[in-house]
């Protein structure tokens, strides 16, 4: 079985390709699921306008046409529906509102900003603040809490910027690993940064020393594409040393969702 639930679409100003695109390179790379998982909205009401995720407006068209692609090549693949989102804690009753308001099967947990994007800076770029790291634990841990999400999308991104993997980050993961195995949470093995990482030979994420601590507290990992263009769907290289990876690490992997 292989499945990706980690998919962007050009909503986001930041993916590119069409929603047809992602499908064909996905049947293309062998996959049996797809699910669309694109950066949801947030209803600012700042009037701020993010750059890195669909209007609030574009829901309704993305939910559908994502249905109507799903009706299209249901013969060929298993298409569903989701949003990847932060947790940001004034808007949280309104996510669980459109999470029943539109026909969302899942949420995905990307922790990138706290509280807002539009007052935070994003975790994926932290480097030695430790204020800016715990930031990111303590609201990584209270949004698994809020029971919302399906899995973690990219549980290491702190290492994004971060220099080493040290004593710091050892305890973060190890809180993080133990609250997610409390809220019965898969973590994501994210490869999102596979090209850069296997181009420049650094280990951002998934981090090695990470996932070792994955692997001590007994968590299940889950692989996530995060496709932010449809090429990322047909390459298997990655995804299949993913696969090995966490085979040789003992780390049980999800192979697909129960939505
Ligand atoms: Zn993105
Ligand atoms: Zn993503």
Redesign the pocket.
Known sequence: MKANYHT?TSR?H??EGTDEDYIKSAILGGFDILGFS??APWPYTTGFVSE??MLLSELPDYVSHILELKEKYKDQIEIHVGL?CEYYPQMISWLSEIKEKYPLEYLLF?N?HYPSEEEASFFGMCTTDLHQLHRYEKSLIEGMQTGLYTYVAHPDLFMGAYPTFDKHCEEVSRNICREANKQHLPLEYNL?CADYCEMTGESLFPHPAFWEIAKEEGCTAIIGV?A?APYNLATQKYYDKAVETLRMLGIPRLEKLDL
């Open positions: 962007h986001c930041h993916a694109d950066h890195t995720r990847e990307g990138h999102g995060d932010h």
